[in-house]
């Protein structure tokens, strides 16, 4: 039965110290790292760069997008989202409250400096996203019912579960007991798992597709191992059918 355990400030790749969050924001200035800027959805993600961060009036400058359709979109979204490698290291921040501006004579976006930002940089946060074929599902007990979800993407550290009744957004913060992931052609592993975040994608033609980012939390080894084994026999199907061998 999966239990609810109050741990709200767990999170080990979030960084909320300030001056640590523009000490990367501006070695990602310095160093021109390409970032990947999207509105909620990263297979619709533009490339750009910062051009200045304004530390003072709280303010950082986004090169804008080629397409000002895409510029429109994200002001509208009130939100964009970002992703960037930095010395090897993943980087993903949000940017809220975007505006039309420019930048010594170059149109660019602008919003409130981020409060906090990940950084992320062992493997065991690289994701696969399982194909159809491969559907894997998370059973979750919740009110005495069992429920199942669909498994978005997931990785030897946590997952992405879509929630399209949005029942597990609510408990965002809080870690669920005893769930248990059915994972094709490996079988099925038993896992605590702690909601990080919600986060609804916009796909094409406007549909929305409600997700919860889960952390693993407290799970034995042979339940990660096996999970492992799940994620590299996705990754090498779907090395083989990008080459065409499969």
Known sequence: MSQILDTASYDPYRIDSLPEVDQILQQLLDQGVLLRMHSGNPQHAVITTLVHLDFTNDTILIDSAAQQTINAQLIANEVAFFDAILDSVSIKFQVSALYSTAFEGRPALAGS????????????????????????????????????FDIHDI??????????DERLSELVHTT???????????GRAKVNLHLMRSQTQTLNAGKKLPLVGCAFKDTEASQLI??????????????ARDRGLA
Not at 122 to 133: D, K, S, W
């Open 155 to 164: 990785s030897a550290s946590g997952l992405a579960l879509i929630d399209p």
């Open 113 to 148: 400096l981020p409060a906090f930002l990940y950084r992320i940089q062992r493997r065991e946060n690289f994701r696969i996203r399982p194909t159809f074929e491969s559907a894997a599902q998370c059973s979750i007990t919740l009110d005495d019912q069992s429920h199942r």
């Open 176 to 186: 669920l007991t005893g769930c248990e992931l059915h994972l094709p052609q490996v």
């Open 226 to 239: 096996r999970i492992q084994n799940f994620i590299m026999a996705e990754e090498r199907k779907q090395i």
